[in-house]
């Protein structure tokens, strides 16, 4: 297994390098937005596939990310590359003092009330001159960038997020933390009876769940060199993620990287080959939502994993002799 | 006299956010499914309400609501009965959640296919433009009326409850399925009138909504979530709390636009925010 992981990462690097050199820049764009909406969807799966916290206000990280670097790589004149940490830092601030606050909710409240949050950081950017109103702005820091590399640089930090995010995810899963999510989310009063704090792995998924978010979407933004609040507080980044998330399968990673690739692929199929108009094919991915969770409730990858014992990057450990079965 | 204006027109706006949240509460409160949906079907309804006006020119426009409200019924009873069923009773509340949000996409872009995104409005004729005169204030009729619709609406649902054998059976339902089905009852079928019941709400406030604002496809995602608002205010199990948590956000929302003209619904999500740090359990919740 573990050669396996050091050939996989071998290509994947050794992909990402040449791959600037020899896409044009449409497809450059194209592959770095799938790298990062597969960054993002495996942090949004950390917190609704391990803890069992659905957001559908994630799209305040992505925007909240993107704002920040847009406006103080230009206020202190500093590449924007360099702040892109930065803004997941800011997030996962804001998402520490937002959990004290949330946590209180249970389930689909919880849903909602992150809900809120994101509608009302929406309108306060719409609001704010600085920030361009509904307008928007533009990267102002451009000034400061080497225009010759930066699709090239734009689409290597996002390769670099989408491994980070796929392997970040899997060391956390099989750490301590993560088991204690899973235990959480499998059965609360027990987990908390063997001593698991379950408001502190929460908070931890969370915490770490913004700071993804918010580097991937500031990436996105700088890497497109424009944000609005319509766009970077887009509740749609919520329901793509919501698709990849339902249709590769809850709570896995390899399910997560079929489920993007799909949902790119359907995307593009249908607008770009099939010149068929733009709702098509959100029908098309909808119906598709619909008959998985008819089908195989646990996504394509947890059909696989039931069907054919495929494991993967699964979270269940190589178990000692006498502990067969245990982690599932 | 312009603030009390603003507070009353408040209240009668909230009254129709009251019945937005009611059957999102009776579905969640029933069978534990987060109806992602629940927009979506708000907004047929407003389509279902333009199509009956276009059929029949100069009725009152209160009457479109009950064939729109009995087509939704059939609509809620089937979708329980074809797809929701199917997903309740793998016992993750999960699976439900995101079979809802599925439909809710695939029902959002059939509307932009077929209707096209430009804003529409229904127009109710005279009868939503006439008002009285109190007291030196100007209140609507049509606002009026729904008002009182809206509190029939709820009382009728507080007394199937807790009055009528259904009630007694649905209730039941809600606290053992598996228990009920000694008794002899069918809890999918309990379940299917209960969607049919919630989304039949929801159609008679998508057409009375639809007669005060335009409404496009895409109206959906923000009716739910002032659906799921007055749930959350009012706390869970209580209808009259759903009420009271409509006429808070109704008077936060025309409030915040008399402050502020282009901010109307920041008021009111600030209102939910701050509500839910003081009581997490919502206005009429117990604080356990």
Partial sequence: MRAVGIVLLVLYVAA????????????????????????????????????????????????????????????????????????????????????????????????????????????????????????????????????????????????LLALLAVGGVYALIRSRLGLGLMAVRDNELAATSIGIDVWRNRFAAFVISAFGCGIAGATYFTGSMFVSPEAGFDINWVVAMMF????????????????????????????????VSGSW???????????????????????????????????????????????? | MDWIET??????????????????????????????????????????????????????????????????????????????????????????????????VVLRNLMVEVFGTDPRALDGGAFTRAGVDFLGLRIGLFPLAVLVLAAVMFAALQWLLARTEWGRIVRATSDNARVVR????????????????????????????????????????????IAFEVVILGGLGSFWGAFAGGIALGVAQLVGQKLDSNAAALYAHLLFFVVLVIRPTGLAGRSS
Wanted: charged fraction near 10%; include cysteine.
């Fill in chain 2, 182 to 225: 000694l008794m002899g009852v069918r809890p999918n079928r309990v379940y299917n009138t209960v969607m049919g019941l919630a989304l039949a709400f929801a159609a008679v406030a998508g057409v009375l909504l639809a007669l005060r604002s335009s409404f496009t496809p895409y109206s959906g995602v923000e009716r739910l979530l």
């Fill in chain 2, 7 to 104: 507070i009353i027109n408040g209240v009668l706006l909230g009254a129709l956010y009251g019945l937005l949240g009611l059957g999102l509460a009776l579905v969640f409160g029933v069978m534990r499914v987060v109806n992602l949906a629940h927009g979506e079907f708000i907004v047929m309804a407003a389509y279902a309400g333009a199509l009956l006006a276009a059929l029949m020119p100069g009725v009152n426009p209160l009457l479109w609501v009950l064939p729109v409200a009995v087509l939704a019924f059939g609509a809620g009873y089937v979708l329980q009965a074809v797809l929701v069923n199917r997903t309740v009773k793998s016992g993750d509340p999960l699976t439900p959640l995101l079979l809802t949000f599925g439909l809710a």
């Fill in chain 1, 16 to 159: 990402a390098a040449a791959v600037p050199s020899v896409l044009d820049p449409g497809w450059l764009s194209l592959l770095s937005e799938i790298l990062l909406m597969l960054a993002m969807v495996q942090m949004w799966n950390l917190l609704a596939g391990y803890t069992g916290l659905v957001s559908l206000g994630h799209q305040a990280f992505i925007g909240i990310g993107a704002y920040f670097v847009f406006y103080f790589s230009d206020r202190l004149e500093l590449h924007p590359f360099l702040l892109l940490p930065v803004g997941g830092v800011v997030c996962a601030a804001v998402a520490a003092l937002l959990a004290p606050l949330l946590f209180r909710l249970r389930d689909a409240y919880f849903s909602i009330g992150i809900w809120v949050f994101a509608e009302i950081v929406y309108l306060l950017a719409t609001k704010t001159r600085e920030l361009g109103s509904t307008n928007g702005v533009a990267l102002k820091a451009m000034r400061l960038v080497d225009t010759e590399t930066f699709a090239r640089d734009s689409f290597w930090i996002a390769a």
């Fill in chain 1, 244 to 275: 990849i998330v339902i249709i590769g399968g809850i709570g896995t990673i390899e399910g997560l990287i079929i489920g993007t690739l799909l949902y790119f692929g359907l995307r593009e199929g249908f607008t770009a080959w099939a010149g």
């Fill in chain 1, 281 to 328: 094919y959100l029908v098309a991915m909808g119906a598709v939502a619909i008959v998985v969770m008819l089908v195989a409730p646990r996504g394509l990858w947890g059909w696989v994993r039931e069907h054919r014992g495929w494991q993967g990057f699964s979270e269940r450990r190589q178990p000692p002799a006498m502990a067969e079965g245990g982690q599932g």
